[in-house]
């Protein structure tokens, strides 16, 4: 069956079920009909979450598709729930613009999903809704100040780095000229549309710790300069109060659950290749509040998802996990091995081989981290026992545990002894992680450290824009902001025809973002930009909806 029949057969229980069986008293709630409910922050228990175990998911690098980190993200809190350990899972919320596009949903697959699916993945909450609608009424008040005489900041137009949002794969929409028309249809000017995962508002919203912190960090947004190049932030606009008003209902977390059962958080959605790629810290700690064990996943690979959660989410939140999963697929060891796209599930164990050293690497991070992996191998039906047996001699040689993962096509049954591996870590893990870089370290030492200890480059060039930026960064007091770096996720270089485990790259950093009210910096590289294109076959042509109301095509 398709994820989306198995996510119908389900007999899902109340939501108010779920809540019990953490604690929460049905007066909690804010409910969504049956199976969804808002949960209020003051169930965040800073002792408890000390007291609680947090288990992070990261992979190798992926494959166009993805290597299934949700499905065994929630495939393991299934199998730990299995066998006796009180386990949540925290996730991110699904963006549009891939369900639409060309990875489809963010809710698992198999029987390793969370329900309702279909809400879930469609409109939800209306969390991205009302991100969209804070990040888009800053764009229009810069554009309504610039128009104003009597209340003029004196904005120059030509510094606005503020774009609007949609939450929609769009490329026609990245690069336009506005207020076209006449004088009363505002100041023409160059702008564009990112794509609402990467928006500032959204990274803001999964770093901040209440609604409090929610408003100081708009306040703080970086808007541009004035004809003097004075700075003007959201908060010379008074935008800040507004803003965090229709944001209200979206700083809480979203609670749910999985296929057998279990509680399940979903909150945030930032992308991993351009924004920290992490669910909020309040739904993970509201995890670690209600439960003894929580799960949860940072977006794409070691080097990009993993090392922001780490060195950003992390040391903001004063957090460090126990235990970190790795996820390996055949079909991806395959693909960094040289097999093309059309050729993964045919068997290949020289390009499986080869493949491997790209698994090496993630690994080598991970002790860079001072974190011990376990590699979990998450199993498609086209995996041979050729393949899994080689993976898992290798991994073992190098000194690692290892186990398959078999969530999607057994749900928590499937992952039994990938849960019990897990716990072992958990317990032999003492210390807290080590982070690549010291905050106080200068931007160009702090890039350099994650493009060499993490991707393994040989270096770092920075663009005539890139230091100019610096410059910039540094005049406006921001030299102490973590580093938040956009790279393709497709490969460890910045560039994404450099598959496996390249050597002897240089990273070029082409421009600098400033994310004042997020409180990092964008360091960007390569091709990477905020507003994805569809592919020429868009997941969308298979999503429809009957007669009866009923959607079909969703995965």
């Not at 309040?282 to 780490?310: C, H, P, R």
């Not at 956009?486 to 421009?511: C, H, Y």
């Amino acid at each position: 069956m398709s994820d989306i029949e198995i996510a119908k057969k389900a007999k899902p229980k109340s939501i108010t079920t779920i809540a019990s069986s953490l604690g929460i008293k049905r007066s909690k709630l804010r409910l969504y009909g049956q199976h969804i409910a808002k949960l209020p922050l003051d169930l965040i228990d800073e002792k408890k979450v000390k007291k609680s175990n947090l288990i992070l998911v990261s992979a190798v690098s992926p494959t166009p598709a993805g290597e299934g980190k949700t499905t065994v993200s929630i495939g393991l809190a299934e199998g730990m729930n299995q066998i006796g350990k009180q386990t949540t899972v925290v996730l991110r919320e699904p963006s549009l613009g891939p369900v639409f596009g060309i990875k489809g949903g963010a809710t698992g697959g198999g029987y390793s999903q969370v329900l309702p699916m279909e809400e879930i993945n469609l409109h939800f909450t209306g969390d991205f809704s009302a991100i969209e609608k804070a990040h888009n009424l800053l764009a229009a008040l810069i554009d309504n100040n610039i128009q104003s005489k009597s209340r003029s900041l004196n904005i120059d137009p030509r510094t606005i780095a503020w774009k609007r949002v949609m939450d929609m794969n769009d490329r026609s929409l990245r690069q336009m000229v506005i207020g076209l028309g006449g004088r009363t249809m505002g100041v023409p000017r160059e702008t564009g549309f990112d794509i609402t995962a990467a928006s500032e508002i959204m990274a803001i919203l999964c770093l901040s710790k209440d609604l409090t912190d929610l408003k100081r960090r708009m306040g703080n947004i970086f808007v541009g300069y004035t004809y003097d190049r004075e700075p003007v932030f959201a908060r010379d606009l008074n935008a800040q109060g507004a803003m965090a008003a229709l944001m209200k209902d979206a700083i809480k977390p979203n609670l749910v659950q999985t296929l057998e059962g279990n509680p399940a958080i979903i909150h945030g959605g930032p992308f991993a290749n351009i924004a920290q790629g992490t669910n909020s810290i309040i739904a993970t700690k509201m995890g670690m509040s209600l439960s003894n064990y929580v799960v949860t996943e940072a977006g794409f690979g070691m080097d990009l998802g993993a090392e922001k959660f780490l060195d950003i989410k992390c040391q903001t939140a004063g957090l460090s996990p126990k235990a970190l999963v790795l996820v390996a697929t055949i079909r991806a060891l395959k693909y960094h091995g040289g097999a093309s796209l059309k050729e993964l599930t045919t068997p290949d164990l020289k390009a499986l081989k080869k493949g491997l050293a790209n698994l090496d690497k993630h690994l080598e991070t991970a002790k860079h981290f001072a974190i011990t992996p376990v590699v979990a191998i998450n199993k498609f039906i086209s995996d041979t026992k050729e393949e899994i047996d080689l993976v898992k001699a290798h991994v073992q040689k190098k000194g690692y545990r290892v186990a398959v993962s078999d969530g999607w096509a057994k749900g928590g049954a499937g992952t039994k002894d990938l849960a019990k591996k897990v716990i072992q870590a958990v317990k032999e893990t003492k210390g807290h992680f080590k982070p690549i870089y010291d905050w106080h370290l200068p931007i160009v030492k702090k890039i350099e450290a994650v493009a060499q200890k993490v991707y393994g480059a040989k270096g770092v060039e920075y663009t005539a824009l890139a230091k100019r930026n610096l410059k910039t960064i540094s005049a406006l007091g921001l030299d102490d902001a973590p580093v938040c770096i956009a790279k393709t996720q497709k490969s460890l270089s910045d560039n994404a025809k450099l598959i496996g485990r390249p050597k002897d790259f240089v990273i070029t950093v082409r421009e600098i973002e400033i994310a004042s009210g997020a409180g990092f910096v964008v360091p960007i590289t390569g091709a990477m930009m905020r507003m994805p294109g569809l592919p020429a076959v868009p997941a969308a042509e298979q999503i429809d909806i009957d007669d009866k109301g009923e959607i079909v095509g969703l995965f």
